[in-house]
């Protein structure tokens, strides 16, 4: 099992749309998991931090979901905008220590008119 | 500004050739991560160092090698015996401590083997 993986995709979606994505990860002693934004041919973007039990950001929500080791985001009345591919990263220490930081494969949005 | 340089942008060699690609943070980040990316796909880790003179393998480390003698520089070099080099390559940091878990990457190198 790939310690990060996460669904390819591509979304394709139409503005104002609700998406949800899903990242699940195999070490069950990972603290703190990130998302991530990365426009075609530039470097990633952190998007939002999940530490608990979630956390939301205007249209964006990460959950944390810990018995079944998955993380998601979802993404309210998409934009045209949103179109980009989005990674997880997961921390497998504790606290503010930073070691093998491990991207998912990422997940293509693309929102239409 | 504070941030990490990447260098080359664009880079081209011949099969065979070593590269190194350079990368310099001055954010006085302590850990540094290299990460190869192909097209379509995630960031997979190639080497990364949380301290200076100590630095461990990613997932993808064969034919790959880095040093980390400065805490601001964490160059990587891209042997001949790395099968397929043709990738993007970003390197990253992150503070040690307190911060927001956030990872600052560089522009990135193209490397485009012939």
């Known amino acids: 099992r790939k310690e990060v993986e996460q669904d390819p995709g591509p979304f394709n979606v139409p503005e104002g749309a609700t998406v949800a994505f899903n990242c699940t990860y195999s070490n069950s002693a990972s603290q703190s998991f990130f998302w991530y934004r990365q426009d075609c041919r530039k470097e990633p973007k952190l998007l939002m931090s999940?530490?608990?039990s979630g956390n939301e950001d205007g249209r964006f929500t990460a959950q944390l979901n810990r018995a079944s080791q998955y993380i998601s985001l979802l993404i309210r009345d998409s934009k045209l905008s949103d179109s980009a591919t989005y990674l997880c990263?997961?921390?497998?220490?504790?606290?503010?220590?930073?070691?093998?930081?491990?991207f998912g494969q990422g997940t293509i949005l693309t929102v239409h008119p | 500004d504070g941030g990490i340089t990447q260098s080359p942008k664009y880079l081209f060699r011949k099969e065979g050739q070593n590269v190194t690609l350079s990368c310099e943070q001055n954010?006085?980040?302590?850990?540094m991560y290299w990460y190869r990316q192909d097209p379509g796909q995630g960031l997979r880790l190639i080497y990364y160092?949380?301290?200076?003179?100590?630095?461990q393998k990613g997932d993808i480390a064969e034919g790959y090698s880095v040093s980390r003698e400065k805490k601001e520089s964490f160059p990587l070099t891209v042997t001949s015996a790395q099968k397929n080099p043709t990738a993007f390559y970003l390197c990253a940091s992150i503070p040690q401590g307190a911060g927001t878990g956030e990872l600052f990457f560089g522009e990135g190198s193209r490397l485009t083997v012939l």
């Open positions: 990263v997961v921390n497998p220490h504790g606290g503010t220590s930073y070691g093998k930081l491990t």
């Open positions: 160092s949380q301290i200076v003179n100590d630095f």
């Open positions: 954010l006085n980040h302590d850990a």
């Open positions: 999940v530490y608990s």
